[in-house]
């Protein structure tokens, strides 16, 4: 079953534009995934977050993490046409094991 | 260049017809895992391993499904019998321990007619 759950499902953005998605999920984690799925191929590991942590930056990544809210935020910044893709969140509740929600679809514009 | 390989890329068969998929982990992972995708369902855990033992199938079919790791660079996932409803893209993932993240395979899509 999904633990996560991300809004919105569909975002459509113009190049250079920030884009933002957000994940919710239901019980308690140790730490909270985000993963990229071009079309036809396997998910990438972007960036984790883990439990007692507020914050975190990858390049033109940037992740936060509100336990009371048990919700997390995804924003891309400075968009391009690659960054084009399924963005998915999986939360680790214990033993190596993750929960992925449905995923945002995300379309860059040239 | 390190990553998890995964065979067949694609496979249809008839219903009724055993399917294997394998998986070579990246070396060095001691953990294993197998998830399908599917537009309705999107990503549901399988199963998983760690040091070739079986930690969790709570997610596969177990009377049709089976996932092995006969040795360390090997990991088998077989529908036997396959159903159209098995038709989907099944991954492999591997990590290491005290390691958080999750390398994924390509994926090999199933197509059960």
């Known amino acids: 079953s999904q633990q996560g759950e991300e809004d919105p499902q569909a975002l459509s953005i113009q190049e250079g534009e920030n884009a933002t998605m957000n994940c919710s999920y239901k019980?308690?984690?140790?730490?909270l995934q985000w993963y990229r799925q071009n079309s036809g191929r396997g998910l990438v590991h972007l960036i984790l977050?883990?439990?007692?942590?507020r914050e975190k930056h990858s390049g033109r990544l940037r992740v936060t993490l509100d336990t009371s809210k048990k919700s997390s935020s995804l924003l891309i910044t400075a968009s391009r046409a690659a960054d084009t893709a399924s963005y998915f969140c999986?939360?680790?509740?214990?033993?190596?094991?993750?929960?992925f929600g449905a995923g945002t679809t995300v379309t860059v514009r040239a | 260049d390190a990553r998890v390989t995964q065979t067949p890329r694609h496979k249809v068969t008839e219903m009724g017809q055993e399917v294997t998929m394998r998986c070579q982990p990246i070396?060095?992972?001691?953990?294993v895992f197998w998830y399908r995708q599917t537009m309705m369902q999107g990503l549901e855990l399988l199963a998983y391993?760690?040091?070739?033992?079986?930690?969790?199938d709570s997610g596969m079919p177990k009377d049709r499904f089976s996932a092995e790791m006969p040795d360390a660079t090997l990991a088998t996932l077989k529908i036997q019998p396959s159903e159209p409803r098995d038709s989907a893209v099944y991954f492999c993932?591997?990590?290491?321990?005290?390691?958080?993240?999750?390398?994924f395979g390509p994926g090999t899509r199933l197509t059960v007619l």
């Open positions: 993932a591997s990590g290491s321990d005290g390691g958080d993240e999750q390398f």
């Open positions: 019980t308690s984690i140790n730490n």
């Open positions: 977050i883990r439990s007692n942590e």
């Open positions: 999986a939360t680790d509740a214990n033993d190596y094991k993750l929960s």
């Open positions: 070396l060095g992972h001691n953990t």
């Open positions: 391993f760690r040091n070739r033992a079986p930690l969790d």
